[in-house]
């Protein structure tokens, strides 16, 4: 039986056809096309995973606000005896390194695109290797801070902060290991890859917070 495509009528009252058009290349990716055709998985499921971004984004922007107010308000805030973190030549280096990882992610799924697995899973293995690195980098500078998460607004500002975006660098070189694995599956990524595409895109959402976590932490001296 030959397959029909199936038509839903979009009532949303943003026309996504029309944007669709009229975006750049590189953002046409993060809209639904097709009007409405039921096969357009990829599409829809880029464009909802976008939202679910930019839901994150609310969750880091209230603590970067919180962070900004408190600075602001508080005259003491570094308590007695405890110095702000330094940008010492170890973050400068794990931040290059995460910074990094987005231009060697990009390439990888590009590769994917072109069905070159080989090179997909090389260079998406070195961009878990980078974002591993981060990981570790964060825990080796807590053990070796002189405040802890309970030391004044400092503290918990700093910690919040830096947890938070490290777990959901966790989250993302995890996430690129489970699609790594599923690269040695034969022809499982024949059909579309929204899984490495979803990733791609977290992991470009985590190093762009990150920039902005590294500005008020640590170029912003009190």
């Known amino acids: 039986m030959q397959r029909r ?3 839903h009528i979009d009532e949303s009252p943003i026309r996504f056809e029309r944007l669709h058009r009229r975006l750049p290349k590189k953002l046409k990716r993060f809209l639904p096309s097709g009007g409405g055709i039921a096969h357009d998985h990829h599409g829809k499921a880029i464009f909802g995973f976008t939202v679910f971004l930019l839901s994150e984004s609310i969750i880091f922007l209230s603590f970067i606000f919180t962070y ?4 602001l308000t508080t005259k003491n805030w570094l308590p007695p005896g405890v110095s702000a973190p330094e940008l010492s030549t170890f973050v400068v280096i794990s931040t290059l390194v995460l910074l990094s990882s987005s231009f060697v992610i990009q390439p990888a799924e590009n590769a994917l695109n072109r069905r070159n697995l080989n090179k997909f899973r090389l260079l998406w293995l070195i961009t878990i290797c980078m974002g591993s690195y981060f990981v570790i980098s964060q825990l080796i500078e807590w053990r070796n801070l002189k405040f ?3 030391t004044g607004l400092v503290g918990s500002t ?4 830096t947890g ?3 777990l959901h660098v ?3 070189v995890i996430l690129q290991i489970v699609m790594l694995m599923r690269s040695f599956i034969r022809g499982n990524y024949e059909d579309g890859h929204f899984g490495v595409s979803a990733t791609t895109l977290f992991w470009h959402f985590v190093d762009v917070v990150w920039v902005f976590i590294f500005s008020l932490l640590y170029l912003w001296r009190p």
């Open 148 to 150: 802890g998460l309970t």
């Open 68 to 71: 900004v107010a408190l600075r």
């Open 5 to 7: 495509d199936i038509i």
């Open 164 to 166: 938070f975006h490290g």
């Open 158 to 161: 700093f910690y919040v902060l």
């Open 170 to 172: 966790f989250t993302g």
